[in-house]
């Protein structure tokens, strides 16, 4: 199996910073893409910013600008760079990975990590 393992998350004033990480161990081949969602309460899970084992990213529009993905390949680690935190961006991150976990196989698994808390407030 694959294990994710979120830290970095804590309480933060706005307008502050915070940078997450994302761990990924296990039976693991290669990770294709790599992701951060977030779910506050009462609210579905979004998508906040994923990133492919090339380094393509992709944002939500209210994190672009303020929120930088990027991943260490050697590592099987994802990072999420959080800048300017609003109270809007208080919930639970959690990353999702992509991954493919032998050599004789295209097929890819999700996985996900069991999320870290984000608060911000004053």
């Known amino acids: 199996q694959v294990q994710l393992v979120e830290s970095g998350g804590g309480l933060v004033q706005p307008g502050g910073s915070l940078r997450l990480s994302c761990v990924a161990s296990?039976?693991?081949?290669?990770?294709?893409?790599m992701g951060w969602y977030r779910q506050a309460p009462e609210k579905e899970r979004e998508l906040v910013a994923a990133i492919t084992s090339g380094g393509m990213t992709n944002y939500a529009d209210s994190v672009k600008g303020r929120f930088i993905i990027s991943r260490d390949n050697t590592k099987n680690t994802a990072y999420l760079q959080m800048n300017s935190l609003e109270p809007e961006d208080t919930a639970v991150y959690y990353c999702?990975?992509?991954?493919?976990?032998?050599?004789?196989?295209?097929?890819?698994?999700?996985?996900w990590g069991q999320g870290t808390q984000v608060t911000v407030s004053s």
């Open positions: 296990g039976r693991i081949f290669s990770i294709t893409g």
């Open positions: 999702n990975a992509a991954v493919r976990q032998f050599s004789w196989s295209d097929y890819e698994s999700w996985f």
